[in-house]
């Protein structure tokens, strides 16, 4: 048994502005996540939620299934946080009764930081509900009701902590324990008693964008802003003089641009000067002239630069000699400066390059770009070796070439100056290339500083700064998997572009070519026809046809599409009148003839516990025993297109309850059983058993097992007799991921097994007797078999039993498993057999046998009918359901009015009674490799 923590880590300061108020919120988790994240990797589900909202629209849904939970605030830079002014944590906490199984329990009862000061953890024992009083280190929040909301207070100030050397590399956290998995709902985290200055207070503008303290920002960009809450209008002030932007007003603001009355809260500003610190701020106004105005906090960013580093990963140099240990690349990775200052370089030799000339040639050094670049200067380290500095460059001819073998030589170039021989030698060469095109510059040495020939010349290093001309920074981002159909590409313009040219295929080398599809847009973004499922290659061509080159090819991109879009997906749906799930979804209420429900009853109609994916699932109820069938039927406004976008397969997710045994047409099992284990020396659980003579084998896939317990067990066993404790070989999977070959090899023995975990269902597993040896395999796709483990003997008599074992693994709880694929050999023989072994006393299944269909209907009236595998109703897990268009017959698949569901079948009458849950329905396309 274990406890899962939940960290919510706070909070930062911003340098500007000072406004002081009682509460700091650091969540309010309205229309975003924020920096709030599940770390690291955790696996919890952070949504946007409405459940447990006490102000605003949203809260944060918190979805756990165990083991130690993060949820961590990323901190922005720059921002200090004094907890010793801080006197309580509070946050809003709401939790339903259905989201945590009986028995589990939650509390709050640490507060830790993790700073510069390292980890730090004190139990905080003042942890109180503040409606009531009352203290709930350990409240078993399973009694709370409903919906209801709980206050809950962290006492900082009484722990009595000296948090004093606390930096901005610091973060504080609050645990949350819980026993369980369920689903959190979090709303409005503050800190009380403290004063930050520049947090913004609720009715303030916050999260700028750009960033506060962005760099590389382009000359035009459009300033954007969250309103604060009541505001109508904004007055925007921008300038490049801090004080100037934080002391502006309407009347008084000399050289600061001020746009009053914005009813918007966005505002381009376009032209603006390279590489310059630009302030911003938003005054919220919450009505006309007579409104309150709430001067903003002051934000700032840097504007782009006139042009960049190239990367020395993106360039080779060589040269025509080289004195030993002394590699021409030196000049170009780095290597001697300062990584606290990369503008100052070492005075050790092994960092520099220097050419030697022994070939009686002039020393030369050669870079060749990955591409061509527009070129705007060279900055050059000359060789500072604290004896020999004298060999640094001092007249150079530089040639540039755009092929590598046709050269130009670039006219006026200075002569470079001499290094000092010192530590933190900083470049004292600057060379204007005049914004040159070239993938490859050639330096050869006329004369060096020794005053001599050029024999032995060197470099320390050099840095090619280049304009960037072509596209970059593509939305979405190189390798980006699940991007929406109905997404724009945009990218980050190339500097001097009039136009773009955007080739985009499924076909990388058609896009590298230049023979894919192609558009001409001006602006930089270009909204294109993508299919689901698809990858995607894309480059944008940057044209200028007044400037030389005139084209600017881009690099390759490339891009995933979702496979799947949703149909319907149960989320909407509540217990309001008009929402409910059946009033969408309708079913055989007052239908003599139509045994379904749709949703349960009494309310709440929808079922939030057991869900595929989300938050709600619905729950499908059905009665043949005495209507012929049971169905709901959604019936659309307006007929769908499943078909959009390429999609060729409908998908829906569906779990039913436990069976005890059904064999379907089809050939598949459903079945499930209970008992504490099969295990030691003795076993319980419900076995499907035929009789094996001599040597045979039984084969099958695990389509599922139910996680009533991580080790609750589904597999293909031989065993000597139908007694508990018999010898026996068993080849199971469980909840966990785990197949394990088991055996005991003497009746009442122990039982000892050979494991292999992280493997998943379904999973095809294999267990062969050949006289009284036994093998175990494992199969991935039931075609390629694994050994697990080595063969093992036991002895057994001719005549044995071989099937299928289920074990819950938990005494009186059912767990359903499902099988297909089932295959014996010839020497197993008879009709299946049920037993309960171990434990006689095993319940029967929650439902009995029936089979699950879906029919579509398009707005001519045809319909077409598909069934699910026989098993569905009693596979006790979610089962994806995958069906491709073909299997729809005669029907207009781009013209759907009606999706029914149900259980039945007229053909062969079943009568069976149950419940199955439907989730997660969707059209799309598998993914192409």
């Given at each position: 048994m274990y406890t899962k923590a939940i960290y919510l880590i706070s909070a930062f300061v911003l340098i500007y502005s000072c406004t002081s108020h009682a509460d700091v919120v650091i969540g309010d988790f309205e229309g975003d996540l924020g920096t709030w994240i599940s770390f690291p990797d955790s696996g919890a589900v952070l949504e946007l939620g409405t459940v447990g909202t006490t102000s605003g629209n949203s809260s944060l849904n918190?979805?756990?299934?165990?083991?130690?939970?993060?949820?961590?605030?990323?901190?922005?830079?720059?921002?200090?946080?004094?907890?010793?002014?801080?006197?309580?944590?509070?946050?809003?906490?709401?939790?339903?009764?259905?989201?945590?199984?009986?028995?589990?329990?939650?509390?709050?009862?640490?507060?830790?930081?993790?700073?510069?000061?390292?980890?730090?953890?004190?139990?905080?024992?003042?942890?109180?509900?503040?409606?009531?009083?009352?203290?709930?280190?350990?409240?078993?929040?399973?009694?709370w009701s409903g919906d209801s909301n709980r206050t809950i207070t962290w006492d900082i100030g009484a722990v009595g902590y000296d948090w004093t050397g606390l930096t901005d590399s610091s973060y504080v956290t609050f645990s949350i324990a819980a026993m369980g998995a369920g689903v959190f709902h979090i709303d409005n985290i503050r800190l009380n008693g403290v004063d930050i200055p520049g947090w913004p207070t609720p009715e303030q503008a916050k999260k700028p964008s750009p960033a506060h303290r962005a760099n590389d920002i382009p000359r035009s960009v459009t300033l954007s802003w969250k309103p604060g809450i009541a505001a109508q209008t904004h007055n925007l002030f921008f300038g490049s003089d801090l004080n100037d932007v934080n002391n502006a007003t309407l009347a008084e603001h000399s050289g600061v641009i001020v746009v009053e009355g914005l009813d918007v809260n966005n505002y381009e500003i376009d032209n603006l000067d390279f590489e310059t610190i630009y302030y911003w701020r938003v005054d919220e106004v919450t009505g006309g002239t007579s409104g309150s105005i709430y001067k903003g906090i002051l934000w700032s960013f840097t504007s782009e630069p006139y042009s960049y580093k190239i990367p020395g990963e993106n360039i080779t140099a060589s040269a025509g000699s080289s004195y030993p240990g002394n590699d021409p690349n030196n000049t170009i990775n780095e290597s001697g400066l300062n990584p606290e200052n990369m503008d100052l370089h070492s005075q050790i030799t092994s960092d520099m390059w220097l050419g030697t000339g022994i070939d009686g040639n002039n020393v030369w050094i050669r870079y060749d770009f990955n591409k061509l670049y527009k070129l705007h200067e060279m900055l050059v380290w000359n060789y500072n070796g604290a004896i020999f500095s004298d060999a640094g460059f001092k007249e150079v001819k530089i040639e540039y070439s755009d092929d590598g073998q046709t050269w130009e030589t670039l006219p006026d170039v200075p002569e470079f100056a001499q290094a000092p021989g010192v530590e933190g030698y900083e470049y004292n060469t600057v060379v204007d290339f005049n914004e040159v095109s070239a993938q490859s510059v050639r330096l050869t040495v006329l004369s060096n500083w020794s005053g001599s020939d050029q024999f032995l010349s060197g470099l320390s290093e050099v840095r090619f700064m280049y304009i960037p001309v072509r596209a970059r920074e593509p939305e979405p981002e190189a390798g980006t998997a699940d991007v929406a159909v109905d997404a724009a590409l945009s990218w980050r313009a190339g500097r001097d572009a009039a136009e773009h040219n955007v080739y985009i295929s499924t076909n990388e080398q058609m896009v590298i070519d230049g023979n894919a599809p192609s558009q001409t847009v001006v602006e930089s973004s270009y909204l294109a026809a993508l299919m689901l499922g698809q990858t995607y290659y894309w480059r944008v061509d940057e044209v200028n046809n007044n400037e030389t080159p005139d084209v600017w090819p881009g690099d390759i991109w490339n891009f995933s599409t979702r496979e799947y879009v949703s149909i319907e997906d149960f989320e909407d749906y509540n217990d309001s009148q008009s929402y409910e799930i059946w009033n969408t979804w309708t079913d055989g209420y007052g239908i003599d003839e139509n045994g379904s429900q749709m949703g349960h009853n009494p309310p709440p109609y929808s079922e939030s516990a057991i869900v595929?994916?989300?938050?709600?699932?619905?729950?499908?109820?059905?009665?043949?025993?005495?209507?012929?069938?049971?169905?709901?039927?959604?019936?659309?406004?307006?007929?769908?297109?499943?078909?959009?976008?390429?999609?060729?397969?409908?998908?829906?997710?569906?779990?039913?309850?436990?069976?005890?045994f059904y064999e379907a047409a089809d050939g598949s099992i459903a079945m499930s059983g209970e008992g504490t284990d099969i295990w030691g020396n003795a076993d319980q659980f419900r076995f499907a058993y035929k009789q094996l003579t001599g040597s045979g084998s039984i084969i099958a896939r695990v389509d599922g097992i139910q996680n009533t317990n991580a080790t609750a067990k589904a597999g293909v066993m031989i065993r000597s007799t139908l007694n508990a404790n018999s010898s026996n070989a068993f080849l199971l999977l469980n909840a966990s991921g785990t197949v394990s070959f088991q055996r005991r090899t003497t009746n009442g023995g122990s039982t000892t097994q050979t494991t292999v975990s992280g493997l998943q269902a379904p999973y095809w597993v294999k267990i062969t007797r050949n006289g009284n040896s036994f093998t175990a395999q494992r199969s991935a796709d039931g075609i390629t078999w694994i050994n697990v483990g080595s063969a093992v003997t036991i002895s057994m008599g001719s005549t044995v039993y071989a099937g299928l074992a289920v074990t819950s693994h938990t005494a009186n709880v059912l767990a359903a498993a499902a099988f297909s694929g089932i295959q014996t050999s010839d020497s197993i023989t008879g009709d299946w057999a049920i037993a309960a072994i171990g434990d006689t006393e095993q319940a029967e299944g929650d439902n009995t046998p029936d089979v699950l269909f879906i029919t579509l209907e398009d707005n001519n009236g045809r319909q077409s009918k598909v069934f699910a595998s026989g098993s569905a109703v009693g596979t006790g897990v979610w089962t994806e359901w995958a069906i491709p268009y073909g299997n729809f017959t005669n029907i207009d698949i781009t013209k759907i009015k009606r999706i029914k569901i149900g259980i039945g079948d007229s053909s062969d009458t079943l009568k069976g009674k149950g419940l199955v849950y439907i989730d997660n329905m969707c059209r799309g396309h598998a993914l192409v490799q």
């Amino acid at each position: 048994m274990y406890t899962k923590a939940i960290y919510l880590i706070s909070a930062f300061v911003l340098i500007y502005s000072c406004t002081s108020h009682a509460d700091v919120v650091i969540g309010d988790f309205e229309g975003d996540l924020g920096t709030w994240i599940s770390f690291p990797d955790s696996g919890a589900v952070l949504e946007l939620g409405t459940v447990g909202t006490t102000s605003g629209n949203s809260s944060l849904n918190l979805t756990v299934i165990g083991g130690y939970w993060e949820l961590q605030w990323i901190l922005p830079e720059g921002l200090v946080l004094d907890l010793n002014n801080v006197t309580t944590l509070e946050l809003d906490a709401a939790m339903l009764v259905d989201n945590f199984a009986e028995g589990t329990w939650t509390k709050i009862d640490k507060l830790a930081i993790n700073s510069d000061l390292g980890w730090r953890e004190v139990d905080v024992t003042t942890v109180i509900d503040k409606g009531t009083g009352e203290e709930i280190a350990s409240k078993d929040w399973g009694t709370w009701s409903g919906d209801s909301n709980r206050t809950i207070t962290w006492d900082i100030g009484a722990v009595g902590y000296d948090w004093t050397g606390l930096t901005d590399s610091s973060y504080v956290t609050f645990s949350i324990a819980a026993m369980g998995a369920g689903v959190f709902h979090i709303d409005n985290i503050r800190l009380n008693g403290v004063d930050i200055p520049g947090w913004p207070t609720p009715e303030q503008a916050k999260k700028p964008s750009p960033a506060h303290r962005a760099n590389d920002i382009p000359r035009s960009v459009t300033l954007s802003w969250k309103p604060g809450i009541a505001a109508q209008t904004h007055n925007l002030f921008f300038g490049s003089d801090l004080n100037d932007v934080n002391n502006a007003t309407l009347a008084e603001h000399s050289g600061v641009i001020v746009v009053e009355g914005l009813d918007v809260n966005n505002y381009e500003i376009d032209n603006l000067d390279f590489e310059t610190i630009y302030y911003w701020r938003v005054d919220e106004v919450t009505g006309g002239t007579s409104g309150s105005i709430y001067k903003g906090i002051l934000w700032s960013f840097t504007s782009e630069p006139y042009s960049y580093k190239i990367p020395g990963e993106n360039i080779t140099a060589s040269a025509g000699s080289s004195y030993p240990g002394n590699d021409p690349n030196n000049t170009i990775n780095e290597s001697g400066l300062n990584p606290e200052n990369m503008d100052l370089h070492s005075q050790i030799t092994s960092d520099m390059w220097l050419g030697t000339g022994i070939d009686g040639n002039n020393v030369w050094i050669r870079y060749d770009f990955n591409k061509l670049y527009k070129l705007h200067e060279m900055l050059v380290w000359n060789y500072n070796g604290a004896i020999f500095s004298d060999a640094g460059f001092k007249e150079v001819k530089i040639e540039y070439s755009d092929d590598g073998q046709t050269w130009e030589t670039l006219p006026d170039v200075p002569e470079f100056a001499q290094a000092p021989g010192v530590e933190g030698y900083e470049y004292n060469t600057v060379v204007d290339f005049n914004e040159v095109s070239a993938q490859s510059v050639r330096l050869t040495v006329l004369s060096n500083w020794s005053g001599s020939d050029q024999f032995l010349s060197g470099l320390s290093e050099v840095r090619f700064m280049y304009i960037p001309v072509r596209a970059r920074e593509p939305e979405p981002e190189a390798g980006t998997a699940d991007v929406a159909v109905d997404a724009a590409l945009s990218w980050r313009a190339g500097r001097d572009a009039a136009e773009h040219n955007v080739y985009i295929s499924t076909n990388e080398q058609m896009v590298i070519d230049g023979n894919a599809p192609s558009q001409t847009v001006v602006e930089s973004s270009y909204l294109a026809a993508l299919m689901l499922g698809q990858t995607y290659y894309w480059r944008v061509d940057e044209v200028n046809n007044n400037e030389t080159p005139d084209v600017w090819p881009g690099d390759i991109w490339n891009f995933s599409t979702r496979e799947y879009v949703s149909i319907e997906d149960f989320e909407d749906y509540n217990d309001s009148q008009s929402y409910e799930i059946w009033n969408t979804w309708t079913d055989g209420y007052g239908i003599d003839e139509n045994g379904s429900q749709m949703g349960h009853n009494p309310p709440p109609y929808s079922e939030s516990a057991i869900v595929q994916n989300g938050k709600k699932s619905a729950p499908l109820y059905y009665d043949n025993t005495t209507a012929d069938y049971s169905e709901v039927t959604r019936t659309f406004d307006v007929a769908q297109n499943l078909g959009a976008n390429g999609a060729d397969t409908l998908k829906l997710h569906y779990r039913g309850n436990t069976v005890t045994f059904y064999e379907a047409a089809d050939g598949s099992i459903a079945m499930s059983g209970e008992g504490t284990d099969i295990w030691g020396n003795a076993d319980q659980f419900r076995f499907a058993y035929k009789q094996l003579t001599g040597s045979g084998s039984i084969i099958a896939r695990v389509d599922g097992i139910q996680n009533t317990n991580a080790t609750a067990k589904a597999g293909v066993m031989i065993r000597s007799t139908l007694n508990a404790n018999s010898s026996n070989a068993f080849l199971l999977l469980n909840a966990s991921g785990t197949v394990s070959f088991q055996r005991r090899t003497t009746n009442g023995g122990s039982t000892t097994q050979t494991t292999v975990s992280g493997l998943q269902a379904p999973y095809w597993v294999k267990i062969t007797r050949n006289g009284n040896s036994f093998t175990a395999q494992r199969s991935a796709d039931g075609i390629t078999w694994i050994n697990v483990g080595s063969a093992v003997t036991i002895s057994m008599g001719s005549t044995v039993y071989a099937g299928l074992a289920v074990t819950s693994h938990t005494a009186n709880v059912l767990a359903a498993a499902a099988f297909s694929g089932i295959q014996t050999s010839d020497s197993i023989t008879g009709d299946w057999a049920i037993a309960a072994i171990g434990d006689t006393e095993q319940a029967e299944g929650d439902n009995t046998p029936d089979v699950l269909f879906i029919t579509l209907e398009d707005n001519n009236g045809r319909q077409s009918k598909v069934f699910a595998s026989g098993s569905a109703v009693g596979t006790g897990v979610w089962t994806e359901w995958a069906i491709p268009y073909g299997n729809f017959t005669n029907i207009d698949i781009t013209k759907i009015k009606r999706i029914k569901i149900g259980i039945g079948d007229s053909s062969d009458t079943l009568k069976g009674k149950g419940l199955v849950y439907i989730d997660n329905m969707c059209r799309g396309h598998a993914l192409v490799q």
